[in-house]
T-cell receptor, first 111, second 109 residues
């Protein structure tokens, strides 16, 4: 069964560094999303992406964040200058009509 | 804006007990409704869904019915198992998914 994959599974970085989180959505899906979950808290929407542009973004998704679909398969989330409060689990998702399929997540730890 | 409210946890039950986790939603339209489950150390798995009023979603013995009149989507299971211990998220879809805060379920053997 096709699935969303994410790499790396765990990323440790120092405050102020740039990180890129990578996702490979399911191949025939057209809508892509990033969410994050700070430890012990609920899952929060960051951004949605369709037709090579951002469809919607939340207040969390400020100028430090960007997304890109650099080729036909990858979907990336970049954080330009990480802060301690960016430490969280980041989930990528893609969908067809109804269901969103989530990847396993990347745990980002900012020290 | 749209939102989801679910019962606070943790919920602790003995094996074979009946489970209900309450969920209500606020939405301007007619969203699809979901329950996701997150096992310890893992990602989000879709447990069940319902796309319109009076639909019943079911999977692995869990059920939830989309009730438009009460804007609810309560999760139920007749006989829980230790392996059901996890965090359960109620959610609605308005393009993006809006999650509730999650309910931690702990089943005692």
């Amino acid at each position: 069964e096709p699935e969303v994959t994410q790499t790396p599974s765990h990323q440790v970085t120092q405050m102020g560094q740039e990180v890129i989180l990578r996702c490979v959505p399911i191949s025939n899906h057209l809508y892509f999303y990033w969410y994050r979950q700070i430890l012990g808290q609920k899952v929060e929407f960051l951004v949605s992406f369709y037709n090579n542009e951002i469809s919607e973004k939340s207040e969390i998704f400020d100028d430090q964040f960007s997304v890109e679909r650099p080729d036909g398969s990858n979907f990336t989330l970049k954080i330009r200058s990480t802060k301690l409060e960016d430490s969280a689990m980041y989930f990528c998702a893609s969908r067809t009509v109804v269901e969103q399929y989530f990847g396993p997540g990347t745990r980002l730890t900012v020290t | 804006g749209d939102s989801v409210t679910q019962m606070e946890g943790p919920v602790t039950l003995s094996e074979e007990a009946f489970l209900t986790i309450n969920c209500t939603y606020t939405a301007t339209g007619y969203p699809s409704l979901f329950w996701y489950v997150q096992y310890p150390g893992e990602g989000l798995q879709l447990l069940l869904k319902a796309t319109k009023a009076d639909d019943k979603g079911s999977n692995k013995g869990f059920e939830a019915t989309y009730r438009k009149e009460t804007t609810s989507f309560h999760l139920e299971k007749g006989s829980v198992q230790v392996s059901d211990s996890a965090v359960y998220f109620c959610a609605l879809r308005d393009d993006k998914i809006i999650f509730g805060k999650g309910t931690r379920l702990h089943i005692l053997p």
